[in-house]
Every structure is written in C-alpha cells, then in structure tokens.
C-alpha cells in the first residue's frame, strides 16, 4: 500500500504542473491518479493476498450410502487405507463381522496422521472393497455392509 506521504507528493505535482493523469509503476505496486475539475480519484494496484490458511482439522466421519449389495461406507479422505493399527495387527473388520456405528472399520493415513475411521452404520460386513495399502480418494467405498 503507498504511504500517504508519497500520494500528497504526487498530488501537488500534478497541481504544480498542471496534470491531468499521473501513472506510476514500481515492482510491487502502481498507483493512477487522476483530476476532473478539482477532484483527484486514485486507483489502488492489486493487492498481493496471501495463501489462505488451512481450516482447522475435524475428525473424519465416513460417509455411508445405499447400493443394491447393501450400504457402501466410504472414504471420508484422501490417504493410504489399512485395515489394521500396525503390520503385526489382526484387521479391524473382515466379511463375515457384525458392525455397529462406532465400530472402527479401518485406519486413513494423510500426511503421516492416522486416522481412524468408523462405520456409521449397524451391519455385516460383506464385501471389502480396497486392499491394505492402496491409496483412496474422498467419497471412495471402501467397505459394503449388510444393515441389521
């Protein structure tokens, strides 16, 4: 933004040289002046605006949606789907288990947090639908479920 100072300047040049547009351009800013009779109007250069801050994190929820096969429950992310906490642990859920809404049906990493995500819905699991490790995308299924 130009400093008052520097725009009174400008004015009284143009004044004392009888102009009626002044166009000044630097790296980071321009400034247009113009008079009409004795008015001065200015014209502001854009602004350079700064990168937008991220909105804070909220917990994941997985989304659930009706499908002919049952409820499809799907990725609430972008990220890498596991089906287990660690390597050395037994999958959250496999076909065959009964699920309720709190029930965690898998873990989402996004820069390097984990996120675990749950059923939202009361079930049995019939179709798992990623393989441990493939990345997902948001609104992706992941699991399908019967509803109790």
Request: overall charge negative; glycine content about 6%.
């Amino acid at each position: 933004m130009i400093d008052i100072r520097k725009l009174k300047e400008l004015v009284k040049l143009m004044v004392a040289n009888d102009l009626s547009e002044m166009d000044l351009r630097d790296t980071d800013e321009q400034v247009t002046i113009r008079r009409q009779g004795d008015t001065v109007v200015t014209v502001p250069a854009p602004v350079a605006i700064a990168a937008p801050v991220a909105a804070p994190v909220a917990t994941p929820v997985a989304s659930t949606a009706l499908v002919d096969e049952g409820v499809e429950i799907a990725s609430p992310m972008v990220g890498t789907f596991y089906v287990s906490q660690d390597p050395e642990s037994p999958p959250f859920v496999s076909v065959g288990d009964s699920i309720g809404e709190d029930s965690t049906v898998c873990v989402i990493e996004a820069m390097k947090i984990f996120n675990e995500i749950n059923a939202q819905c009361k079930g049995t699991v019939t179709k798992v639908l990623v393989s441990n490790g493939d990345p997902v995308e948001f609104g992706q299924a992941l699991f399908l479920v019967k509803p109790h």
